[in-house]
């Protein structure tokens, strides 16, 4: 899996914090996930919210249904975010708003519903480690850049 973000073309965006329609939002996608058949694990801890977006990425079923995909980025995003503390935000785009999670006082946004989504929807094959591993290296190199160039290093 390849994970392509343009980093420039994200900073550019308006960005604002989820209004309480958008937070409920991001609360039912959650727990549609967190009550997802079969699953009985911890969902507090990182490892936990990639357990059980690995254990919902094997239902077929469920993949079919396109709340459950964005509830797997919503997840995936939520995991990110507690590895490396960030908070959700809301992306103005064509015309309306999608989630993201971004490192508060940076340009660092991570569409990770989105990504979610479109891996999904290219057939691609989705691993929970590797994505998430995939998202925080992004960011520890796009928090290295924006270091490097306000010290005159870039």
Known sequence: MTIEVDR???????????DADEDKGLAVRRNRLHNHDGFFGEVNTIEGKLRLIDHVLKDDK???DRVVREALGVVMGDAVAQ???MTWYMLA???????????????????????????LARGEPVKARDMFDDLCRM??????ELQASSTGRA
């Open 139 to 144: 960011v520890d190199e796009w928090k290295a």
């Open 83 to 85: 590895q490396k503390t």
């Open 62 to 64: 469920a993949l079919a």
């Open 8 to 18: 420039r073309a994200l900073a550019t965006l308006r960005v604002g914090l989820p």
């Open 93 to 119: 785009l064509d015309g309306g708003r999608t989630p993201c999670i971004g490192l508060p006082g940076t340009p660092i946004k991570v569409p990770a519903v989105a990504l979610m989504t479109e891996a």
